[in-house]
């Protein structure tokens, strides 16, 4: 395993960033730790358990929005129609992932006592976990929600063709709207939502 890190470390495997290479020597160690769980008859300890692993500088490189700039993507937003300024208020007022909002279907807002709450599926999970909508996200979801045709059931948010609208094309409308409100394309990262959401919360 010490041989395989510096492998990594001398570009055996191309130039990897030390982020990558610590991932990779972690995973080799998370196989080991399972082998010990269900296999201890033959593997009795975790050789990369003691290898050195490269400094992984945690700090967050998504610039985020701040308060201007996210009240200008409101308004450009909100002159697009219901449906993006509900998809730009769930956002920025959930903090949820681009694919955790459109992966949710209109019966997943509830309210639940005197708040609402958006039950969706988290990265790496099963079954979908509720998280808390401010009541000004939920009351814009809830204004496109009754301006569709049919109604309620279905897809939370649809596309032109009244399918449900995918990943890439939420995040596509999501930047041209930045670009109307004047800001910056390298701002509009996957995670600019939940930073900013983080961020303004704090």
Do not use: C
């Not at 730790?33 to 050195?52: C, F, G, S, T």
């Not at 993507?73 to 956002?91: D, K, M, N, P």
């Not at 800001?183 to 983080?198: C, G, L, N, Q, Y």
């Amino acid at each position: 395993v010490g041989d395989y890190a510096a492998w990594l470390a001398e570009g055996g495997a191309g130039e990897l960033a030390g982020s990558t290479q610590a991932a990779r020597i972690s995973s080799v160690s998370s196989f080991y730790r399972w082998l010990q769980r269900n296999i201890r008859d033959r593997v009795m300890h975790n050789p990369a358990e003691h290898v050195d692993r490269p400094e992984v500088d945690r700090e967050s490189r998504t610039a985020g929005l701040d308060a201007a700039e996210l009240d200008r993507l409101r308004t450009a937003a909100r002159e697009r129609g219901s449906r993006e300024y509900a998809l730009v208020q769930l956002l920025a007022g959930a903090g949820l992932r681009i694919s955790e909002a459109v992966g949710a279907a209109s019966r997943h807002l509830r309210r639940e006592g005197a708040r609402w709450y958006l039950y969706v599926k988290r990265k790496r999970k099963t079954d979908r976990e509720p998280v808390q909508v401010p009541d000004s996200a939920s009351r814009a979801v809830r204004r496109y929600l009754a301006t569709r045709p049919e109604g309620r059931p279905g897809p939370l948010f649809l596309d032109n063709a009244g399918n449900r609208m995918s990943r890439q094309a939420a995040g596509n409308r999501v930047r041209s709207l930045a670009l109307k409100a004047g800001i910056e394309d390298r701002k509009m990262s996957p995670h600019v939502f939940r930073h900013a959401a983080t961020t303004l919360a704090l």
